[in-house]
């Protein structure tokens, strides 16, 4: 926007003029005002990468309170959904509370029950993008490739594979919204792929293949075997759960008070369903209730403490009464390990269908896999029609591609090869305009994550306000701020339950830490730290040699544009603070 003032400058002339410097400053020779109010926002552009719950509410975030920004979100897939559309296993369910497990700024009070499953959530995700008009932010069956920063230019480069071959695009900024539940992998079983039978994994569903009256194994014991178990028990002939270690399955600390009896999955009747529609007040306290329920739940995963202990003798009385048919499974199944270290799930159903009599339990160590079926170190043959593998992701949270930042920094090689450091889950040093989702130290094990997504990209929008005013051509995280937010980090882990010995994608997979994927603290405590971008923290790097550039011409927005609020700060000192 050109500054028209109308002000005969050449009237008042300036009286250092004689001296050849401007108001007698000898730096100022040379030195050009920009024609702009201040804080006059440069255009910018933004790349999301991923059409999942994080990529759609960045489209969503961007239309309702930016300006100037220009914003494109790459998806590997045909469709948007994210982990939601990817995973489609008979069962597939969320294990947050349906209310809770959805954006503020799209409340839907027809979710059919207690716990959605994958395809009504993935209906819910495409609802946002339809109802808010929000399609010409994605270009689906585009994957990238390569991301690397131009230093030069101050802009990320992206590699992209779509439907009409490779190509290049660049933005200012780059997001990561990928997810961590869509890289999925077999389990290293030797002898996998010699297996005659069907083979297939949660992930991958072949939705065409009947499992009436087959022989089934189910390997795992997380979130995807609990869920798969109990939807295929009624069906098949027989099924053997491999299982070597024990799980927390209980709906402790998920808000069991709102759901079934005794935690169970409820369906929410037409009349609940009208009422919240007709009453969004209410519906606003019932969803925030569970919430409040969740959050209350931080001491849980405290070692030692009195919630730690009263939430594992529910548990472990949960678990014993549903395993009565067969109380040998109660040692087997019931973990030695802190209620918490893995991530808790409700389970419904689980436990109950284990106790059929065509269903065994081993817990034997799977050697092998042959043409018929599965050899157990005892030296078993256990012959299957179907092997279904609940073995879950890589969970890593190395890049999938090749990731280079300032001065050829490679992410994935500094995280493989020393610790997975970011800052405050939002970015890393030496990859500026960088942004994540969910990165290292996020708030993964504290409900629901619809929340935590809104909020990380309030974040993000705020530095790139930022940036966009104050003529900021980059930002990161300074390495020492960066190495001492992890020294917090691990410092605090140990009184954590997630720092206990079990395996867990929490440790990157390993028994025995460092804990790198949860924040060293409560869900709030996240939100209070992350409330306020602390540039204090950051490299930063202007576009101008002088970063006072983008006050311009000494105007103000309020000057320039008509209709706005000249008189501002006089107001009621009682209603605001003053400062």
Not at 199 to 220: N, S
Not at 305 to 321: G, I
Not at 407 to 435: H, I, Q, T
Not at 552 to 577: A, R, V
Request: with cysteine; aromatic share 10%; proline share 6%.
């Amino acid at each position: 926007m050109t500054i028209d003032t109308n002000i005969d400058r050449t009237a008042t002339p300036d009286p250092w003029a004689g001296l050849g410097a401007p108001n007698g400053d000898q730096e100022a020779i040379g030195y050009e005002l920009r024609d702009q109010y201040i804080g006059q926002k440069r255009r910018v552009r933004v790349i999301t990468i991923g059409g999942g719950a994080s990529g759609i509410n960045m489209a969503y975030q961007i239309d309702k309170w930016m300006t100037g920004v220009e914003h494109v979100v790459y998806e590997k897939s045909a469709e948007l959904g994210g982990t939601w559309l990817d995973n489609r296993y008979p069962g597939c369910a969320c294990d947050v509370p349906s209310h809770d497990y959805q954006f503020s700024f799209h409340p839907n009070p027809n979710w059919s029950h207690f716990y959605s499953g994958s395809p009504e959530i993935c209906d819910y995700m495409n609802s946002v993008v339809d109802k808010y008009n929000l399609h010409n932010h994605f270009k689906c069956g585009h994957e990238v490739t390569s991301a690397r920063w131009d230093d030069d230019a101050a802009q990320w480069v992206v590699g992209i594979k779509g439907p009409n071959g490779e190509f290049e695009d660049r933005a200012d900024f780059l997001v990561n919204g990928s997810g961590i539940l869509n890289n999925w992998r077999w389990p290293d079983i030797p002898g996998i792929q010699e297996f005659k039978g069907k083979l297939m994994h949660t992930a991958r569903w072949d939705q065409e293949y009947d499992f009436k009256g087959k022989r089934v194994a189910c390997i795992g014991v997380g979130s995807s075997a609990v869920q798969t178990v109990p939807a295929l028990v009624p069906i098949v002939d027989s099924m053997t759960c491999f299982i070597r270690s024990g799980a927390w399955i209980t709906p402790v600390g998920a808000a069991p008070q709102y759901a079934g009896p005794e935690g169970s999955n409820k369906a929410y009747t037409e009349e609940e369903k009208k009422r919240w529609a007709e009453n969004p007040d209410e519906f606003l306290a019932y969803r925030k209730d569970i919430e409040d329920a969740l959050n209350a739940r931080f001491r849980m995963y405290l070692k030692d403490t009195k919630e730690q202990e009263a939430a594992v003798k529910v548990a472990r009385a949960h678990m014993a009464a549903r395993l009565v048919k067969k109380p040998e499974l109660v040692q087997l199944l019931t973990p030695k390990f802190s209620l918490g270290c893995r991530r808790l799930t409700p389970g419904n159903g689980f436990l109950e269908s284990l106790c059929e009599d065509h269903v065994s339990v081993i817990s034997d160590p799977i050697e092998r896999i042959t043409e018929n079926g599965l050899i157990t170190k005892d030296g078993k043959l256990h012959e299957v029609d179907a092997i279904v593998c609940a073995t879950g992701f890589d969970v890593s949270l190395l890049p999938r591609f090749p990731f280079t930042g300032k001065k050829g920094a490679d992410l994935k090689e500094r995280w493989n090869n020393g610790p997975v450091e970011g800052y405050m889950s939002l970015m890393v040093d030496e990859f500026p305009n960088y942004f994540m989702f969910l990165g290292p130290s996020a708030p993964v094990a504290h409900g629901s994550l619809t929340q935590t997504i809104e909020w990380c990209s309030h974040y993000m929008l705020k530095c790139i306000s930022k940036m966009q005013a104050e003529g900021i051509r980059s930002i990161s995280p300074k390495k020492e701020v960066v190495r001492k937010f992890n020294i917090h980090r691990n410092a605090m882990m140990p009184t954590t339950a997630w720092s206990s010995t079990c395996s867990s994608w929490y440790k990157n997979g390993k028994a025995d830490g460092p804990v790198i994927a949860i924040h060293p603290g409560s869900k709030l405590h996240f939100f209070d730290m992350t409330k306020t971008p602390r540039f204090e923290d950051m490299d930063i790097e202007y576009d101008d040699e002088n970063m006072f550039a983008y006050l311009g011409s000494g105007f103000s927005k309020l000057e320039i544009e008509p209709g706005h609020d000249m008189s501002y700060f006089i107001t009621d000192p009682s209603l605001t603070l003053p400062w």
